[in-house]
Every structure is written in structure tokens, then in C-alpha cells.
């Protein structure tokens, strides 16, 4: 299952190498790794650096260890969540340019909305249209500029749950959930703007709620190229 790294990128190859191990289903979830002294001998490594890359690995939510007797590191069932995070720690520590972010929004939501139109069912367009109240209730009673984005956040991941793609609905979450420091940093707060804003999600949900795909795409990908302008 497991060989001799390489001498010049050894902490590298031993997380890689657990790592495909586990992705690929070799290991099980619930499954144990060998103990250590067979892993030590298999990579051919000392303790220190085994033990650092099984942190890693913890880190990466791939295995959970586990101390005392009848413990060890154990496999975690890899969910989509586990894929993502990279990109919500990303988002998060502001490390993607803006212009990097709206670039992928622009492809990626313009897309969401398009299957969103096809795939909605009067029950998914209801549920869009309460969102779209919760949005404009922050701005009437004046609750506030993260009441507002709170809904904006839902609108787009539950555009992205109405696709039946889980891998966009993962993606959005991680974006959605991480972007406020952009939001807070290039979005003007000012009611005007916010009342624009929400005319663009308006027009978003109609033409979900019609059926057109391509109106929907145009209209996310305007209303997104809009942002920090």
C-alpha cells in the first residue's frame, strides 16, 4: 500500500502518498493506518516527520488520531466538505484578488443560475421568493447591512441547492460563507446601493421563476459584475 519516499520531498510524499490512499478507498472511513513503527519503516522516516505529516492530515480532516490504548489514526469518511476547505480558507484570509473572485463567479454562479431556471419547482421558486422578503425587510426596517447579506448569502446557495449539483452547492456554501470581508471592504453599504442590489436579485429570481435560462445566467452575471464598482 505504501513505499519509500522520495529523499528530496519527503514530508510532501508521506501526506500525498496517506493521502490517495484514503481518497481512493483503500482505507476505509473507520479503518486504522498502520501503527507508527511500520509506518516508520515502510516510509523510511523518522518519528518527528511521520508525526508532522499525520497532523497535516489531521488538519486536512482526512484522519482523526486518536491517544491511548486502542488508539491510532483513523480514517474519516471524505465528504465534500473536506474539498472545499482550501477554498474557504482561501476566501476567508483574503488571499484570492477580487478580480480573481468575480472571474470565478461570474462563470460559476452565471451557470448556477442558468440550471437553476431549468430545474426549479413552484415549491423552490417560493422558497426563493421568501428569501427575496427577508432581503427586502432588512432594508425597510433598516436592520442593517449584515441582515441584508445574510439573505444575499442564502439567495445564491439555495440557487446553487435548486441545481441538484452538490458539488455547486458546496462550492457556493464555501464562498458564501466566507466572503463578507470582501463585502465589507468593497461593497458600499449605503441604502441606495443596497436598494440596487436588490432590484438585480429581483430580476434573478423572475427569470428562474419563468423558466429562462439565459435571462437568468445574463442577469446573475450582470448583478455580479456590478459588485465593488
Not at 432581503?135 to 447579506?149: I, M, Q, R, T
Amino acid at each position: 500500500m505504501f513505499k519509500p519516499v522520495k529523499q528530496n520531498r519527503i514530508f510532501q510524499d508521506v501526506v500525498e502518498q496517506i493521502q490517495d490512499v484514503i481518497i481512493s478507498g483503500q482505507l476505509a472511513a473507520g479503518e486504522k493506518l498502520p501503527p507508527e513503527r511500520e509506518l516508520k519503516e515502510t516510509f523510511a522516516i523518522s518519528r518527528g516527520t511521520l508525526r508532522e505529516a499525520l497532523r497535516v492530515l489531521e488538519q486536512k480532516r482526512l484522519i482523526d488520531i486518536q491517544l491511548g490504548a486502542g488508539g491510532g489514526a483513523i480514517v474519516r469518511e471524505v465528504t465534500p466538505e473536506v474539498i472545499v476547505d482550501g477554498l474557504s480558507l482561501l476566501i476567508r484570509s483574503q488571499k484570492i484578488p477580487l478580480e480573481y473572485l468575480k472571474e470565478f463567479r461570474l462563470d460559476i454562479e452565471g451557470n448556477i443560475a442558468r440550471l437553476a431556471a431549468d430545474r426549479a419547482s413552484a415549491e423552490d421558486v417560493a422558497g426563493l421568493r421568501d428569501i427575496l422578503k427577508r432581503a427586502k425587510d432588512s432594508l425597510d426596517f433598516h436592520e442593517g447591512w449584515e441582515a441584508y447579506v445574510d439573505a444575499d448569502a442564502c439567495l445564491h446557495m439555495t440557487l446553487a441547492r435548486i441545481t441538484g449539483n452538490t458539488i455547486y452547492e458546496y462550492i457556493q456554501t464555501a464562498i458564501h460563507k466566507n466572503i463578507n470581508r470582501y463585502y465589507v471592504e468593497f461593497l458600499e453599504h449605503e441604502e441606495s446601493v443596497l436598494c440596487h442590489h436588490y432590484k438585480d436579485l429581483c430580476d434573478i429570481v423572475d427569470a428562474v421563476a419563468s423558466g429562462d435560462g439565459e435571462k437568468a445566467c445574463d442577469k446573475m452575471r450582470l448583478h455580479l459584475k456590478r459588485l465593488g464598482q
